[in-house]
């Protein structure tokens, strides 16, 4: 249910990848090692004629950048690696001056590692096939087991190598072209205070909502209330006031009804209390459609994230309610120690909205757990909202 | 009186639909919004409509939109809003625009079913009905900037606010328990201390006492 986008770890494909993806790796060093020895003497050229003016050289620059570029491209396709990177011409040739001995170092393990399995296959021809053995040592068991030992010892540290290749171009790309620590804390900073913001927005709409339930629903009743009883008390015959007053006893109950639907709508007590699970329920119980809910999250996640998947389904199911024309809904729970995810599903007409009030407010309180919030809602149906929540 | 009301909630609609008629009033529209309101009066002008400040689409001021488009247009026909707070900006605009014929009721009012039917009687007869509260408000903003108001002595402050809700020096001497002449002495004394002229009518008065405090 919850997506995600790794390249899947371990696995004879992905070794067979990165394997590929250093043999690539290698030979591009070659490539950007020319680069750098032209690119060393336009440097000192352009260093000793600038008049002052320290400038990397255009050419050098177009080609730091463009071997940069491949070099992430090869990352990608090849090792996984994939995040976000920030760089001029300037980090970029730092990358490359540190990524060719890297570089090389892959090709150097791949090539004892052909020579190895070159080697082993001529001995065991010799051996088996044509009789010839090498420095006349005849394959007596123990030979057989002393070289056999040797070389899986050898094709064990030959893979470590490069496993420990693969671990080092990543850093090294990260080093040199990804966001500096304080990049990241810039851009952490922008976001929170974005989400910061909006928590507050979506705050000032929640209170809205409720000033309006409250006007709209429950105080026009008390005020018809109160103009029942003034009639009743006006009425001159008692058959008419008692029959008035029966009425304001009506009115009195649907008061108190309303009363209930909005302290529920302003917060549902059975979430402290019996948790998402229990409030969940309720709001199924308590929609006009009916509501299937599956539910599979071990333990009680942290209140907050509770509170926000509990509000993202009342919204949607109230929305599916209102305005989706569907018959019915489908509520999936799902979460680990990390993360939960929730989905709702309903087959009505779609063409929900994103940007619209409630389902807004929704995606501002996932944001401001650091969560996901997606609205698929397409004309003819059907509307899927999911939100993944971390926790803690 | 022919009656004409603008309120959204079905409810509260039908419920004062109700009250006027057992009162013996006639309810000629019943709308749901300021522009089919001010189309009904278009039609037929009746002696007073009864408007909710807050109505659709935005749920704001439609209602005291229609009250001044209406006071603008037909000044014979008595306004009466209805307000979920006492905005003092909107008890203020109302004052400013017209003299007589206007009543600003908190909509929590209505319950009081005699003080209502009160003001509206008043301001279908050309008065005016202003909400306790409203005028609580008004004096009370006033009394803090130190202006005359603050001159007044506590006895007189009383009948300037029961005075402010439109009532006559009769019933203001039974609202307060004193005689007429003694009521007629105070207002005196107010006018003195406002700089207010005495040549006006009595909804004049009041209304030039809240135009004042609402200025």
Known sequence: MIATFEVPRGGPRAAARAAAGLLLGAVTAGAELVLLAVAAVLMAYSMAFSRGRRKVPAAVADGAELLAELELWRLRAFLGEDRAVRYGPLKALAYLVLRVPVGLLGGVILLLLAYGAAAAVRLAVGWWITGDHMDDIPPTWWIVLYTAVAGVVLLFLAVQGLVGVAAMERSVARRCLGPSPLEEYERRIAQLSVTRAQVVDAVDDERRRIERDLHDGVQQRLVALGMLIGRARRAGDDERAAELLRQAHEESQRALADLREVTWRVYPAALDGEGLRAALETVAERSALPVAIEYDVPGRPPHAVETAAYFVVCEAVTNAAKHSGA????????????????????????????????????????????????????RGGPTVITAELPCG | ??????????????????????????????????????????????????????????????????????????????????????????????????TAGVGYLLKDRVAQVDEFLDALERVGGGGAAFDPEVVRRLLAAHGAQGDPLARLTPRERDVLDTMAQGHTNASIAAHLHISQSAVEKHVNAIFDKLDLSHATGYSRRVLAVLRYLGS
């Open chain 1, 327 to 378: 018959a019915s809904v489908r509520v999936a729970v799902a979460g680990s120690a990390t993360m939960i995810g929730v989905r709702i599903e309903d087959d009505g007409g779609g063409g929900a909205d994103p940007g619209g009030g409630g389902l807004a407010g929704l995606a501002r309180r996932v944001a401001a757990l650091d969560g996901t919030f997606a609205v698929d809602s397409p």
């Open chain 2, 1 to 98: 009186m022919r009656v004409m009301l603008a309120e959204d909630s079905t409810l509260l609609r039908e419920g004062l639909v109700r009250l006027l008629a057992e009162e013996g009033h006639r309810v000629e529209a019943a709308v749901g919004d300021g522009d089919a309101l001010i189309a009904a009066v278009a039609a037929g002008p009746p002696d007073v409509v009864v408007v909710d400040v807050r109505m659709p689409p935005s749920h704001t001021d439609e209602g005291l939109r229609a009250a001044l488009e209406i006071r603008r247009r037909w000044p014979d026909v008595g306004v009466l809003v209805l307000s979920q707070y006492v905005e003092k900006r909107y008890a203020a605009e109302l004052i400013i625009a017209d």
